[in-house]
């Protein structure tokens, strides 16, 4: 059980801290500075370089998630709600990189700046969307037991 909780928490922190970090760091610095024939192919690159360690994240948060509700049994309300949340961010995920990200690549990939900007903002509202349940859940494994 251990070493399950290690790679749960190993995956939920490199998942939601690289939205975290995408969302309120990385997208709002470029487009303060950078002009969106640069901007916009910096994000691109960087969101395909985490995409690979979201998969991997998810992977893991899955798998050890899965593992430990085995384990217990009958789990606790705290943890179905943290299931249940989690697979919701997993399939906006998989919605923002098979759709809107690949409208982004494709844009970039064109130098197609207004679709490229319109699959951004798409991909910054899920984005939003996934970090707030993400943080939500956070609290609730970190807070359900004590409730």
């Known amino acids: ?39 916009l192919p910096l994000l691109a690159a960087a969101m395909a370089r985490f995409f690979m360690w979201a998969w991997i994240a998810i992977a893991l948060i899955m798998a050890s998630g899965l593992y430990m509700m085995a384990l217990l049994g009958r789990p606790a309300l705290f943890v179905t709600l943290m299931f249940v949340i989690g697979v919701v961010m997993m399939l906006i995920f998989a919605h923002l990189f098979f759709a809107p990200n690949r409208r982004l690549q494709r844009a970039v990939t064109a130098q197609d700046w207004p679709a490229a900007g319109a699959a951004m903002a798409h991909i910054r509202t899920l984005v939003h969307v996934n970090l707030m349940l993400g943080l939500i859940t956070i609290v609730i494994g970190t807070l359900g037991p004590l409730v």
């Open 1 to 39: 059980m251990l070493i399950a909780k290690l790679f749960h928490i190993l995956g939920f922190t490199v998942w939601i801290g690289g939205m975290f970090f995408a969302h309120h760091a990385l997208r709002p610095s470029a487009a303060s500075i950078l002009q969106p024939p640069q901007r």
